[in-house]
C-alpha cells in the first residue's frame, strides 16, 4: 500500500484514495496524554472516475456500487471533528517520541454499532454517517527524528444504510508526520 493514502477493501477503488488532510495532536485528560486523529481523503474519484453506462447492471452491495460512493464524495474519520473522543495513551511525565516508537494501539476492540456509538473514540462520514471501530494503530518513528509513520487499520459497519455489522475493514499509512506537542 502507498504512503497517504487510505484504502477500503472491496470497494469500486483497490488503490484506495490520497489523503487530503490528517492532524495528529495531543491533550492532557486527567494527566494523562490523549490523541487525536482526524483524517480526511481527496474525493473518491479525485484519481480515477469509473464509467458505469450500464444502468440494468445491479451491484451486490452499495459498498461495490461506484454511484454511492459518488453521492458521498469523501470520507472523514475523525476523533475529535463532531465528539470529544480520543484515545489514552500514557501519563503525562512519560510522554516522549521513544515511548511511541513501535508503539500500538486497540481502540474500541469490540464495538456494538446496534447501541450508542457516540461513546466510540471516532466517528466516520464514509457512505453518510457510519460506525468505525476495532481500530488498530502503530507509531514507528523515523529515525530519530520528531516525525512517524503511522498505520491505522479498522473497520466500518455502515450504520446509515442499516448494516451494524463491522463487515468493511480500511487502512491507512501516513508518513512523516510531526510527533504533536502537548498543548
Avoid at 483497490?14 to 481527496?42: M, Q, R, T
Avoid at 475529535?80 to 511511541?100: A, M, Q, S
Avoid at 466500518?156 to 463491522?166: E, K, Q
Wanted: one cysteine or more; glycine letters at 4%.
Amino acid at each position: 500500500m502507498e504512503l497517504n493514502r487510505i484504502c477500503f477493501k472491496d470497494n469500486p477503488w483497490p488503490e484506495g484514495h490520497p489523503i487530503e488532510e490528517f492532524i495528529w495532536s495531543a491533550k492532557v485528560v486527567d494527566d494523562h496524554v490523549w490523541f487525536d486523529l482526524h483524517l480526511k481523503s481527496a474525493d473518491y474519484y479525485a484519481e480515477r472516475e469509473i464509467e458505469d453506462d450500464d444502468d440494468s447492471f445491479k451491484y451486490p452491495s452499495d459498498w461495490k456500487a461506484p454511484i454511492v460512493w459518488y453521492n458521498y464524495h469523501c470520507c472523514t474519520l475523525s476523533s475529535n471533528y463532531w465528539h470529544d473522543g480520543g484515545f489514552r495513551i500514557c501519563r503525562v511525565e512519560k510522554y516522549t517520541p521513544d515511548i511511541l516508537d513501535g508503539l500500538e494501539v486497540l481502540i474500541d476492540p469490540n464495538p456494538d454499532a446496534s447501541s450508542d456509538i457516540e461513546d466510540c473514540a471516532f466517528h466516520i462520514y464514509l457512505l453518510g454517517h457510519d460506525a468505525v471501530g476495532k481500530h488498530r494503530i502503530r507509531f514507528d518513528r523515523i529515525g530519530d527524528s520528531m516525525q512517524f509513520k503511522i498505520t491505522w487499520l479498522g473497520a466500518i459497519a455502515l450504520v446509515y444504510s442499516g448494516d451494524y455489522d463491522f463487515r468493511h475493514e480500511f487502512a491507512a499509512i501516513l508518513a512523516e508526520v510531526e510527533f504533536p506537542k502537548l498543548a
